[in-house]
């Protein structure tokens, strides 16, 4: 099973670009992480690394994005938990602005 993300800021109209995100698996009760890395120019991600039956999480450091073009942000960083049950890819989208979010299970 695959996983991708696209961060898009609403509040401007644009690709969230090289917002820092960290994947994390549950394992045995406690959050294990799994891979980082950086949206690309069109606020994008897939990640390498597999995702397998269980529960997921997402950390969006919406703060470095944030200062990284100069605007102030009520939300320091996003967490998205997601479960994964079927062999198929998962899309987890975030829209975003400086003071909210909202996200989906995407295609």
Known sequence: MTLSTHVLDTSRGLPARHVPIVLHEMRGGSWVEVHRDVT??????????????????LRFDTAAYFQGIGVEAFYPYVEVVFSVREDRHYHVPLLLNPFGYSTYRGS
């Open 40 to 57: 690309d120019e069109d606020g994008r991600v897939r990640f390498a690394a597999p995702v397998g039956p269980g529960s997921w999480r």
